[in-house]
């Protein structure tokens, strides 16, 4: 019999599997605490089943962790980890300014949810190496609780309380198993994050923007805009050949007038898109909607031409932005020290690696 990955499972379907092979219903619901609220790293940490039953589960049932490779810290808090999954495949997950949102008592973990990514964005360094495969449902909640168990050790009250699938990958090219990710890390007796407390980010796959706002309208949408114009944006984020502003921006209307929620966009300031003819064009693309815009500079990656603005060129955009009552803010930069643009430390390893 192939063994099943017990962190890809939701509660109900842990319980029907145990049921199945000969255990109690309540066996499954006991796992699911151990795996996803507990985050054990194997069946031994577990001390209410008895060993034969164990013995029992591990026929159907696996636990892998990520095995950490390396872990860099940021001065400003940020963590950055390394994780090389089963196949030997390396994904980067980010806990954002750890030390600092303590204080906030916010937690927020930044996941990857494919290893590469097809989109192929001219600035991105997961772009630009292209794709291997989609991460499956334990490997997306198994980055949760891999960092949650690591903390744990240094804080045993540490939390997660937010998630943002801005790690490396394109979430809506893999929306099955994201959204179940999503319903596991919300559940009551796992780690009981938020719907609401969860973000999806994508370049704009328009067909599945209409989808999330049917499917959960309550977890949070960003648009990784990057330019108000075809021409510019066709060069940046491939992707807008098929899906053009015009059809993306009918969607977030569409999404936001269906969940009544606020879409944000992001928006990676650099050389080619910080200009007056840009600012005047997202303008008129977010007239009349809930958004927020966030302002990145960009972090140049090697192997992309992107450049970063000047300081002052950066500010006169968002003053443009102000002036047209757009909500915009400048995203602090997260960890610039240690590589946190996505993909940028896996790359470097590559490098290292070569
Ligand atoms: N694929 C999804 C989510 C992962 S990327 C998406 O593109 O939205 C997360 C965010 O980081 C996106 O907004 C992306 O455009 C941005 N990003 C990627 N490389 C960057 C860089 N070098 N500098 C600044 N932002 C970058
Ligand atoms: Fe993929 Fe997002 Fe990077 Fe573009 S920015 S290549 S969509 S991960």
């Known amino acids: 019999m192939e063994k099943i990955d017990c962190r890809s ?3 109900a379907e842990l319980s029907e599997l145990c049921f199945n092979n000969g255990l109690s219903k309540f066996r499954g619901k006991q ?3 151990w795996v996803q609220q507990k985050a054990i790293a194997n069946w031994e940490e577990i001390s209410n089943i008895s060993h034969a039953d164990k013995e029992r589960i591990s026929k159907f049932l696996y636990l892998r962790s990520g095995k950490l490779i390396r872990e860099q810290k940021s001065k400003d808090g940020t963590r950055k980890y390394l994780f090389e999954l089963g196949d030997g495949e390396r994904i980067e997950t980010v806990l954002m300014d750890y030390e600092k949102d303590n204080i906030r008592d916010r ?36 980055q949760v609780l891999d960092v949650l168990r690591m903390l744990k050790q240094e804080d045993s009250a540490f939390r997660i309380t937010n998630v943002v699938f801005m790690g490396m990958g394109e979430p809506f090219l893999n929306y099955e198993a994201v959204l179940k990710a999503i319903s596991i890390l919300n559940s ?11 973000t999806i980010s994508t370049s ?3 067909p599945k923007i209409i989808q999330l706002a049917k499917d959960n309208p309550q977890v949070g949408l960003a ?27 009918t969607a977030c209307h569409t999404y936001s007038q269906l969940t009544k929620r606020r879409v944000t966009f992001e928006y990676a300031l650099h050389d080619e898109n910080t200009n007056k003819t840009e600012a005047q064009g997202l303008v008129r693309l977010l007239q009349g909607m809930a958004a927020h815009v966030n302002l990145i500079p960009v972090n140049p990656v090697s192997g992309s031409k992107v450049r970063r603005p000047t300081k002052e060129k ?30 940028q430390l896996r790359q470097r390893l590559e490098c290292e690696k070569a």
Do not use: W
Not at 108 to 120: A, D, K
Not at 188 to 198: L, S, Y
């Open 9 to 11: 499972l939701l509660e």
């Open 31 to 33: 796992i699911f605490q």
């Open 107 to 142: 937690q927020t973990i930044c996941i990857s949810t494919q290893v590469g990514c097809p989109v192929g964005c001219a600035f991105c360094a997961t772009g630009l190496e292209g794709f291997k495969r989609n991460l499956t449902v334990g490997e997306i909640t198994g």
């Open 188 to 198: 009551k007796n796992g780690q009981k994050i938020g719907m609401r407390r969860m």
């Open 204 to 206: 704009g796959v328009v």
């Open 223 to 249: 648009i990784s805009l990057h330019s108000s114009q075809d021409e510019l944006r066709d060069k940046l984020i491939p992707i807008n050949r098929k899906y053009p502003l015009a059809d993306l921006m």
């Open 314 to 343: 950066m500010l006169r955009f968002k003053k443009m932005l102000e002036e047209a009552k757009i909500a915009v803010s400048f995203r602090e930069e997260k960890g610039i020290d240690i590589d946190a643009a996505c993909g």
